[in-house]
């Protein structure tokens, strides 16, 4: 008895958190596919053909906040769908993941570009644009981190997978601020009115640290290790 009760109390803490953990991911799905269903009933809501900023809106979104939330979810073992995969089949669901969405997400940056005179001069565009910036940085990176075996002769592998972690979170942080500033914008304010509009906003928030928690410790841990070696 004595021993069922220490192993008990042993097991607890580990369970809690746990689940703690899992509940954290199946909230920060459903905060995703809130935010995420919004944002494209709000971009269908003047019918075909989309406009330059509409087709932003679901590129950029379905990009950044489903597709890289999902790719940087997919490393976590509390996540659902991806939760019973080996950790090579991960790697591989997590590269397909990042890489898809980065590329919508360009895709919708660019068109946005090109359709306006000026661009980056006010707080969506200049977070939009760091988020743009670590993409990129992250998409080539994490080739490196891929094959950072093969990559070892040139750059020690740690190194390429603590950057790409650290690049990940800023363009995911950074492309969370962004939209959370074109939520704030007047003309979808007057559409989805102030309190739903500020709802989002602190939905967007919310799921943006639940995803980027792992990541950070990880980076913290990687780089800890590396340094302390």
């Not at 000026?118 to 998409?139: K, M, P, R």
């Not at 990940?168 to 009115?193: E, H, M, N, P």
Request: with cysteine; glycine share 8%; proline share 2%.
């Amino acid at each position: 008895m004595t021993v069922d009760i220490e192993s008990s109390k042993a097991e607890g803490a580990p369970y809690v958190l746990k689940i703690f953990q899992a509940t954290l991911n199946i909230l920060a799905h459903l905060l995703i596919g809130l935010v995420v269903g919004i944002c494209l009933i709000f971009s269908f809501s003047n019918g075909l053909p989309l406009g330059s900023t509409a087709q932003h809106i679901v590129l950029c979104v379905i990009g950044y906040q489903l597709l890289m939330a999902e790719a940087i979810l997919s490393l976590s073992a509390d996540n659902g769908w991806s939760g019973v995969l080996r950790f090579r089949d991960k790697r591989r669901a997590h590269t397909i993941l990042q890489v898809i969405g980065s590329a919508l997400a360009l895709a919708g940056s660019f068109i946005k570009m090109l359709d306006k005179t000026q661009n980056f001069n006010t707080l969506h565009g200049q977070f939009g644009l760091i988020a743009v910036v670590f993409t990129s940085v992250s998409l080539v990176n994490g080739l490196t981190s891929l094959y950072a075996f093969e990559w070892r002769r040139f750059c020690p592998g740690n190194i390429s997978k603590i950057t790409h972690i650290c690049f990940g979170i800023v363009a995911f942080a950074a492309a969370s601020i962004s939209l959370c500033y074109g939520f704030d914008k007047g003309f979808f304010r007057t559409w989805a009115t102030e309190n739903f509009t500020n709802a989002l906003i602190g939905c967007t928030a919310a799921f943006t640290v639940i995803i980027i928690i792992n990541p950070t410790i990880n980076f913290f841990k990687k780089t800890y290790n590396l340094v302390s070696n």
